[in-house]
């Protein structure tokens, strides 16, 4: 299983960014795909799952600003950021739970700052 995450950089509050996860080694279609982040000193947090079906959950703090979504042929998954503010800075990693085992792809820092 890889998962490699790209597409994080500098935003200004307000600002919008599109990060892609890119899978492979798993039947991608059949598992749900879900966007973590840590911010330094607090613990990693869910922020977007999008289930195999497509439906979706969000952490109360993104509701509204963030999406996400998936692409089962390019084997992809997107959040697309919103209206970011300051405490959206963190180090954003795609998630795949699988037999009892969760993998991460390497993070991509986002930083959200005037």
């Not at 299983?1 to 059949?30: D, E, K, M, T, Y």
């Not at 959040?79 to 037999?99: G, H, R, W």
Request: net charge positive.
């Amino acid at each position: 299983v890889q998962l490699q995450a790209s597409g994080g950089g500098l935003a200004q509050p307000g600002g919008s960014l599109r990060l892609s996860c890119a899978a492979s080694g798993f039947i991608f279609s059949l598992n749900d795909m879900g966007w973590y982040r840590q911010a330094p000193g607090n613990q990693r947090e869910l922020v977007a799952l999008v289930t195999g079906g497509g439906s979706t959950n969000y952490a109360d703090s993104v509701k509204g600003r963030f999406t996400i979504s998936r692409d089962n042929i390019r084997r992809r998954v997107y959040l697309q950021m919103n209206n970011v503010k300051p405490e959206d800075t963190a180090i954003y990693s795609c998630n795949v739970f699988i037999n009892s085992r969760n993998y991460w792809g390497k993070g991509t820092q986002v930083t959200v700052s005037s």
